[in-house]
């Protein structure tokens, strides 16, 4: 293969990985991400093996250059909440642009078609309802100017996801329970939870005498 071939293969493949991680973000399957790149790009062929080794392939990139020692699952969902941040905060500097609200009003009058008596089957007349349109005789176009002072419902949504990715990344210390000095044994059991596993193994070791 000469070179001029191994660039034009590799430049494919990068315009391929970068479609597969768009849509594989995007919870598509993988047939969807088949058909999608093959049709983006006027693919002859493409296999679902391929596809899965393309995932893989992204999968590791993601590991290697962000988030190392993740499963493979909690790398999509924060690749996920990044591209959606991105996109909100795109959004939501255009919420902030000002913009010429433009409306028309039309005005019109009835017009009268007639009834149209037309002949039956049984050649009599038979009376037709009237049918009524509207014309047009005036449109008054009105602008005002909108400042944009920005849809707050992006930042709110931004810090949710945001908030998830901390979450997800398990940045928010434990909640923390304070204890009173004089709490039983079985009160600190109840406390955090553990009363029923305790239970648990009384009864085990009670069977077992």
């Given at each position: 293969?000469?070179?001029?071939?191994?660039?034009?293969?590799?430049?494919?493949?990068?315009?391929?990985?970068?479609?597969?991680?768009?849509?594989?973000?995007?919870?598509?399957?993988?047939?969807?991400?088949?058909?999608?790149?093959?049709?983006?790009?006027?693919?002859?062929?493409?296999?679902?093996?391929?596809?899965?080794?393309?995932?893989?392939?992204?999968?590791?990139?993601?590991?290697?250059?962000?988030?190392?020692?993740?499963?493979?699952?909690?790398?999509?969902?924060?690749?996920?909440?990044?591209?959606?941040?991105?996109?909100?905060?795109?959004?939501?500097?255009?919420s902030k642009a000002d913009y010429v609200q433009t409306t028309r009003t039309r005005?019109?009058?009835?017009?009268?078609?007639?009834?149209?008596?037309?002949?039956?089957?049984?050649?009599?007349?038979?009376?037709?309802?009237?049918?009524?349109?509207?014309r047009t005789y005036n449109v008054e176009r009105t602008e005002k100017e909108v400042?944009?002072?920005?849809?707050?419902?992006?930042?709110?949504?931004?810090?949710?996801?945001?908030?998830?990715?901390?979450?997800?990344?398990?940045?928010?210390?434990?909640?923390?329970?304070?204890?009173?000095?004089?709490?039983?044994?079985?009160?600190?059991?109840?406390?955090?939870?553990?009363?029923?596993?305790?239970?648990?193994?009384?009864?085990?070791?009670?069977?077992?005498?």
């Amino acid at each position: 293969m000469s070179k001029q071939q191994q660039k034009k293969r590799n430049q494919v493949k990068e315009a391929r990985l970068e479609i597969v991680a768009q849509l594989y973000k995007r919870g598509n399957s993988v047939r969807k991400i088949r058909d999608e790149v093959m049709r983006r790009l006027d693919l002859p062929k493409y296999s679902t093996s391929t596809v899965h080794s393309d995932i893989q392939t992204l999968l590791q990139e993601w590991r290697e250059n962000r988030y190392k020692d993740m499963d493979d699952a909690l790398e999509l969902e924060l690749a996920r909440i990044d591209e959606t941040v991105q996109e909100l905060w795109d959004q939501w500097e255009k919420s902030k642009a000002d913009y010429v609200q433009t409306t028309r009003t039309r005005k019109g009058a009835p017009v009268n078609n007639g009834s149209g008596n037309e002949e039956g089957g049984d050649g009599q007349q038979q009376q037709q309802p009237q049918r009524e349109q509207m014309r047009t005789y005036n449109v008054e176009r009105t602008e005002k100017e909108v400042i944009g002072l920005g849809n707050t419902a992006y930042i709110a949504e931004i810090r949710q996801q945001l908030m998830e990715r901390r979450k997800l990344l398990g940045l928010y210390a434990p909640e923390k329970r304070e204890m009173s000095g004089t709490m039983s044994f079985a009160q600190l059991l109840m406390e955090s939870g553990k009363i029923d596993e305790a239970e648990e193994e009384i009864r085990k070791s009670q069977n077992n005498i």
